[in-house]
């Protein structure tokens, strides 16, 4: 019976803010992949300290090309950050080899070491295959598309789709259905992006939260004109945001001690 009622007030969520979003304003992005805001850069800092080859093992890993969760004997890797946070990074053997392996994983510790802490330490698993399908995240991990991370690169994205999907990976379940966070949906009554107000109860937090990271931590990085609308549009979810990553506070946990033992 307390499982039917979860499910019944889940339901009555979705179908009430789907209801409710049709009357909002048009928002001013179609979504976080397709603005022209560098937030996160390069060469910003990053905690990502080294990664250790692991082995091979078994790993079932879901997989949009073939719609499917098979199993894989994936090249296994744990890269270390410098707030003591750990992720296993799980390469698809199609990539033929530990050493192609690992120049892959290469490819995304420095994005993964730019996440505030506070996101990076929901993600254990990041796994990476070939092809252009669309990333994707279940809580505590992170499913990328090689083809698709190199062209989101090419135009300064990776580390956006990285932010985003780990919001997914390590807020989601707390946050995207909390009474307060929908509260602040209907108070501020816009969103920001089209593909947030498609799938309010889904994508709104991971496309909100980028935006609010951005104006928060990197001011100037989003246009002054954009930067308006946004805090106009979405004040409440701001201020929610700002809770979860205090722009008074660094990004990156402290700690004592540190020993990644990464030979």
């Known amino acids: 019976m307390k499982l039917l009622f979860l499910l019944t007030t889940v339901v009555f969520l979705s179908v009430e803010s789907s209801s409710a979003v049709e009357d909002m304003p048009e928002p001013p992005f179609g979504d976080t992949v397709g603005t022209v805001f560098d937030i996160i850069r390069k060469d910003d800092p990053s905690s990502f300290v080294c990664m250790r080859y692991q082995g091979r093992a078994d790993r079932q890993i879901w997989d949009k090309r073939i719609d499917g969760e098979p ?4 090249f296994n890797f744990s890269a270390y950050f410098t707030d003591g946070t750990e992720i296993s990074l799980l390469i698809n053997p199609e990539f033929g080899s ?4 690992k120049a892959e994983a290469q490819h995304y510790t420095k994005a ?5 802490t506070s996101l990076r330490e929901g993600i254990k698993r990041f796994s990476v295959h070939k092809g252009d399908q669309s990333s994707h995240a279940g809580t505590g991990q992170i499913v990328i598309y090689a083809e698709t991370a190199t062209q989101r ?6 580390e956006e789709t990285i932010f985003h999907e780990a919001v997914h990976a390590s807020w989601d379940v707390e946050h995207s259905l909390s ?6 949906q209907k108070a501020d009554g816009h969103f920001l992006t089209r593909y947030g107000q498609r799938s309010p109860d ?3 937090l991971a496309e909100t939260a980028l935006f609010a990271y951005g104006v928060l931590h990197y001011p100037g990085r989003i246009f002054p004109v ?3 609308d946004i805090l106009a549009s979405v004040p409440n979810r701001i201020a929610y945001i700002r809770q979860l990553l205090p722009p008074e506070q660094p990004i990156f946990r402290a700690v004592d001690k540190l020993e990644p033992n990464c030979l």
């Open 71 to 74: 199993f894989y004997r994936t």
């Open 98 to 101: 530990a050493e192609k392996a």
């Open 112 to 116: 993964l070491g730019q996440l505030p």
């Open 153 to 158: 690169e090419s135009y300064l994205h990776l």
């Open 179 to 184: 009474k307060e966070w929908i509260a602040a």
């Open 202 to 204: 889904k994508e709104d």
């Open 226 to 228: 954009d930067t308006r």
